[in-house]
């Protein structure tokens, strides 16, 4: 067990060469792709290179014959937000109030955009950085709420990506639809997006209201409005064209990552990849 003084120079001497990644990567000829994958509720044992014995995991494997498969792992946090945070920051994300619980559909973005990220860093290297899937870090500012019906920043391209296709918070919660970059997929400006976490807003039924409407039963977490038979987290109205429909949602996020590599290939590409299933 090293001593308090060991751990903060191993600690240190940990942030100071995360803090010389661009002028390492640069100075090679060619630098790695990287395609980092978070997976939602994934567990240790399920997968088969980790010795899971009820499922097939065949891609997962090759990548982790081919590559580093890690056998001590740790976690800052066990809920979404925190663990997003730390990742893409390098910061406990307790030392951030913004960061450090599940934040809502509304909630602004949890990282400063002056503040370092792994995707600025690589950005900065000559990387073209992308993110698809769920962010679920908060989205606007405490002096500009996000308003889904216009611009929205600031976002993840203010933090070193240069694309973006995102759930905005997380599927069981509102809004339900896609951000492309600064913009929702398929808003009109005839039917506007609300939401709210605090009150009910316009008339969509909700599901402690109407059981009947839902393939999936509500529970006092998800009673409020109804969005493809499912009972979400808040309530929204607005955005009927835009709203997705959870079924295609693995297919749409798996299609645009595709788009993406497709895209950069013949240049640095760093893609992270936060899968919902």
């Known amino acids: 067990m090293p001593t308090?003084?060991?751990?903060?120079?191993q600690t240190i001497g940990g942030v100071a060469a995360f803090s010389t990644v661009p002028s390492l990567i640069s100075?090679?000829?060619?630098p790695p792709n990287i395609v980092f994958i978070?997976?939602?509720d994934v567990g240790y044992g399920d997968l088969v290179c980790y010795g899971a014995t009820h499922v097939q995991t065949p891609n997962l494997d090759r990548l982790a014959h081919e590559g580093v498969r890690f056998t001590d792992a740790h976690s800052t946090a066990a809920v979404?937000?925190?663990t997003r945070y730390s990742l893409l920051t390098g910061q406990y994300a307790w030392r951030n109030p913004a960061a450090e619980h599940i934040l809502s559909g509304v909630a602004p973005l949890s990282i400063n955009p002056k503040q370092p990220t792994i995707a600025s860093l690589l950005k900065q290297a000559g990387y073209k950085t992308g993110v698809v899937g769920k962010w679920h870090l908060g989205l606007g500012s405490q002096e500009r709420p996000v308003d889904f019906n216009i611009e929205i920043k600031p976002g993840p391209l203010d933090v070193g990506f240069d694309y973006a296709f995102i759930i905005p918070a997380t599927g069981d919660r509102v809004p339900c639809v896609f951000i492309e970059n600064r913009e929702v997929i398929g808003k009109e400006p005839s039917d506007p997006i609300e939401v709210s976490y605090d009150?009910?807003?316009g008339d969509d039924p909700t599901g402690l209201e109407h059981p009947e409407l839902l393939k999936i039963k509500a529970d006092e977490s998800h009673s409020k409005t109804i969005v493809n038979g499912i009972s979400r987290i808040g309530y929204?109205?607005?955005?009927?064209k835009a709203?997705?429909?959870d079924e295609?949602?693995?297919d749409s996020l798996t299609t645009k990552a595709q788009e993406f590599i497709k895209d950069h290939q013949h240049q640095p590409f760093f893609l992270y990849l936060a899968t919902h299933d």
């Not at 308090?4 to 120079?9: C, G, Q, S, V």
């Open 80 to 82: 979404c937000t925190p």
């Open 27 to 30: 100075k090679k000829e060619s």
């Open 236 to 240: 929204m109205t607005g955005g009927n």
């Open 4 to 9: 308090r003084r060991e751990w903060l120079r």
């Open 199 to 201: 009150h009910k807003v």
């Open 248 to 250: 295609e949602i693995a």
């Open 38 to 40: 978070l997976a939602d």
């Open 243 to 245: 709203r997705w429909i």
